[in-house]
């Protein structure tokens, strides 16, 4: 089994910035894709970014020139820099990881999410 979990929200001026950490934990192989996903009041969780294991990224739209995902693949580790933040960017901020862990082979696990706050 493996564990994800996120830090590093918390609640920042517009215009300011925040890295949101993930880190993932366990009895692992190996960790495949990545990602940041965020959900705001009554809204669907959405797509933020992702990295594969070859480091290529994606990024939504609405964050392209402003995120930054990156992973640390030594300390099982994946980042999410943001600058420029907007408050339309208030939302929990969930990670994601495919990780090929002992016994129960390759599956998808979720962190409990990080709150991110963006004041006007």
């Known amino acids: 089994q493996a564990q994800v979990v996120e830090s590093g929200g918390g609640l920042v001026q517009a215009g300011g910035s925040l890295r949101l950490s993930c880190r993932v934990s366990?009895?692992?192989?190996?960790?495949?894709?990545m990602g940041w996903y965020r959900q705001a009041p009554g809204t669907q969780r959405v797509m933020v970014a992702t990295?594969?294991?070859?480091?290529?990224?994606n990024y939504a739209e609405f964050v392209k020139g402003r995120f930054t995902i990156s992973r640390d693949n030594a300390k099982n580790a994946f980042y999410l820099q943001m600058n420029s933040l907007k408050p339309e960017d208030t939302a929990v901020y969930y990670c994601?990881?495919?990780?090929?862990?002992?016994?129960?082979?390759?599956?998808?696990?979720w962190g409990r999410g990080t709150q991110v706050t963006v004041s006007s």
């Open positions: 994601n990881a495919e990780v090929d862990a002992v016994v129960v082979g390759t599956k998808t696990y």
């Open positions: 366990g009895s692992i192989y190996s960790i495949n894709s």
């Open positions: 990295i594969t294991s070859g480091s290529s990224t």
